[in-house]
């Protein structure tokens, strides 16, 4: 009787911790340690609150893709527990969080800040569709998407009838309107695909251009701030749920806008390496489109793009108004 009060107990403190490996936590990334992600953003996170808590929580990372290669599976790895926390891409599912699409509009960001607090605030705000099973510890963006491309190009209307890969939904919708075919692919079957010369090229940025080695398979980049991907680090809410109120406060005291500046600082100081130290980078010919013809594409695409966006967003127009709020504020403040 004694023992089996003694089980009962040890079960209900189980319970009350959250179970015996909730402090065990396995950080996932499908791309390489190295990456600007993970180098500059996750394992800094990861390092700033060991430093808080000590060791009542253990993370390991995962990365490489060990836990699951796919990008676009990533959010699915945190919901199904297969990984605790991970690097996810929601433009890969956009559908799954529509209001976080807002940053890959073109001609609305200007740098990876910019994007990241967009995202985080949005969240913070209370725009949190889609984050039923995940909890966000912070969100952060790349510097906005540039055009790379194969052949000469000298204008927009050069690019008509090429095939060039979309960066999200919304760089389709743009790609469609100015007459080129949009592409459909990860950054990584960008690089295949361009090697082979079945697209002409391709939404990304110089990070992703190093990162998945595409620089020499180009010769043009188009520049002009066609959006920014935007990032976050997610959680398995039951594991969330699971840890130390403690640990909890120690993970968001962290993360937050902490993550969306680390971000926005590594993505923007990495994309001035590459474009003034990169080899491949400087045998690169730079289309900036420029006075008038910027204006009239700048002007063209906010009437085009961001009016089909809000309309088929639900809460558009209030996800739109509050990110144009944010961004005011980022760029008065700082």
């Known amino acids: 009787m004694y023992r089996k009060i003694l089980l009962t107990a040890a079960g209900m403190m189980l319970l009350q911790t959250g179970g015996a490996d909730a402090a065990d936590i396995k950080v996932a990334s499908f791309v390489s340690p190295k990456s600007m992600g993970v180098s500059k ?83 913070d705000a209370g725009f949190r569709t889609g984050l039923d099973h995940v909890k966000l510890i912070g969100a952060w963006a790349t510097e906005p998407n540039l055009l790379f491309l194969r052949k000469p190009v000298k204008s927009i209307a050069d690019l008509k009838n090429l095939k060039i890969r979309n960066a999200g939904a919304v760089g389709g919708y743009w790609l469609g309107q100015i007459g080129a075919v949009p592409q459909t692919m990860s950054a990584p079957k960008m690089s295949i695909a361009l090697n082979r010369k079945t697209i002409d090229g391709g939404q990304q940025g110089w990070t992703g251009m190093r990162t998945f080695k595409a620089l020499n398979l180009v010769t043009h980049v188009m520049d002009l701030p066609l959006g920014a991907i935007p990032f976050f680090l997610g959680m398995n809410k039951k594991k969330w749920d699971g840890l130390p ?52 594409l700048a002007k063209d695409s906010k009437i085009s793009v961001h009016s089909w966006w809000i309309k088929k967003t639900k809460n558009g127009q209030a996800v739109y108004n509050k990110a144009v709020e944010i961004i005011a504020d980022v760029r008065k403040n700082g």
Not at 268 to 294: E, R
């Open 41 to 123: 953003v996750i394992k800094p996170w990861m390092a700033r609150v060991k430093a808080d808590i000590g060791d009542k929580v253990s993370m390991k990372g995962y990365w490489g893709g060990s836990l699951g290669k796919s990008p676009v599976k990533q959010y699915e790895l945190v919901k199904n527990g297969v990984a605790d926390l991970a690097w996810i891409l929601p433009g890969y599912t956009s559908g799954q969080f529509p209001e976080m699409q807002i940053t890959e509009l073109p001609f609305l960001v200007k740098n990876a800040k910019e994007a990241g607090l967009v995202v985080q605030r949005l969240h």
């Open 245 to 296: 109120k403690d640990v909890q406060a120690a993970f968001m005291k962290q993360g937050g806008e902490k993550i969306s500046l680390a971000g926005g600082a590594a993505y923007s100081g990495a994309t001035q390496k590459i474009i003034k130290a990169n080899p491949q980078a400087q045998k690169l010919t730079v289309v900036k489109p420029s006075g008038a013809a910027f204006d009239k």
